[in-house]
T-cell receptor
Framework: SAVISQKPSRDICQRGTSLTIQCQVD?????MFWYRQQPGQSLTLIAT?????????ESGFVIDKFPISRPNLTFSTLTVSNMSPEDSSIYLC???????????FGPGTRLLVL | QKEVEQDPGPLSVPEGAIVSLNCTYS??????FMWYRQYSRKGPELLMY????GNKEDGRFTAQVDKSSKYISLFIRDSQPSDSATYLC?????????FGTGTRLQVFP
């Protein structure tokens, strides 16, 4: 398994500002993922972040809005840029470790945009 | 049609009951099947992992995969109040997990 921490755990932000969420893993991993979970909805993959390469974004998500950094094998950041109330959500990072396709999740960052 | 369908519940059962949680899916290429448990205000926690068809048991939990029917199940025996959570199914062909919307389970004493 993997132990994952996220900072901040929650935040309240004003529209038009940006927030950077940090994800730290206790061991080196190749693949890290960022998800969004809106109330009553499933987890939606935003992007996949591999160390040493550009993040791969899913349909509906763009780099200008959600820039991602992956400077090493234990750390990643997701920035939510130019926020609007529609960005209010829980943002989760995960890592793939162990059996193929197995992902472990961080505790999430609860974001409220006013 | 969604790729993965899951009854959102809520499902309310008495302590000690057997609980059955289910998901159906449309993509026959899915090979990896998982169940996650998510407590309120926490991240999803991996509960069960199954590759291809068959059953897998871990303590009070049993996961079943029926690829011919495109149907997966999670059974919880002797359910406890501590099992109260949202249960998410997830499945994958390769490198991308597709999640169900989650079933909220409430086990009352």
């Amino acid at each position: 398994s993997a132990v994952i921490s996220q900072k901040p755990s929650r935040d309240i932000c004003q529209r038009g500002t940006s927030l950077t969420i940090q994800c730290q893993v206790d061991s080196q991993v190749t693949m890290m993922f960022w998800y969004r979970q809106q109330p009553g909805q499933s987890l939606t993959l935003i992007a996949t972040a591999n160390q040493g390469s550009e993040a791969t974004y899913e349909s509906g998500f763009v780099i200008d809005k959600f820039p991602i950094s992956r400077p090493n094998l234990t750390f990643s950041t997701l920035t939510v840029s130019n926020m609007s109330p529609e960005d209010s959500s829980i943002y989760l990072c995960s890592v793939e470790k162990g059996p193929k396709e197995t992902q472990y999740f961080g505790p999430g960052t609860r974001l409220l945009v006013l | 049609q969604k790729e993965v369908e899951q009854d959102p519940g809520p499902l309310s059962v008495p302590e000690g009951a057997i609980v059955s949680l289910n998901c159906t899916y449309s993509n026959s290429a899915f090979q990896y099947f998982m169940w996650y448990r998510q407590y309120s205000r926490k991240g999803p926690e991996l509960l069960m992992y199954t590759y291809s068809s068959g059953n897998k048991e871990d303590g009070r939990f049993t996961a079943q995969v029926d690829k011919s029917s495109k149907y997966i199940s999670l059974f919880i025996r002797d359910s406890q109040p501590s099992d109260s959570a949202t249960y998410l199914c997830a499945m994958s062909e390769t490198d991308k997990l597709i999640f169900g919307t989650g079933t909220r389970l409430q086990v009352f004493p």
